[in-house]
């Protein structure tokens, strides 16, 4: 590859890589919505599971 070629592929990438931070933020949005909704018997059960701590808590930059 020539040095046009790896920075259009560095373009492209950078621009996937911001695409999926905004659905990330999307769904981090959903998730904090529908547990919104839960009784707090259920969000309790919810939000102390390891995962959900993971997703709810994560932010751009974590993945470096």
């Known amino acids: 590859m020539n040095e ?6 560095i373009h ?3 621009k996937k890589v911001e695409a ?4 990330v933020d999307t769904l981090q949005t959903n998730l904090r919505s ?3 909704h839960l009784s707090d ?3 309790e059960k ?5 995962s ?3 997703c ?4 751009p930059g974590d993945e470096l």
Do not use: H
């Open 4 to 9: 046009r070629q790896l920075k259009l592929e």
């Open 12 to 14: 492209n990438l950078t």
């Open 20 to 23: 999926l931070q905004v659905l």
């Open 34 to 36: 529908a547990v919104s």
């Open 41 to 43: 018997e259920d969000k």
């Open 46 to 50: 919810i939000v102390n599971v390891q």
């Open 52 to 54: 959900y701590k993971w």
């Open 56 to 59: 709810s808590g994560w932010r």
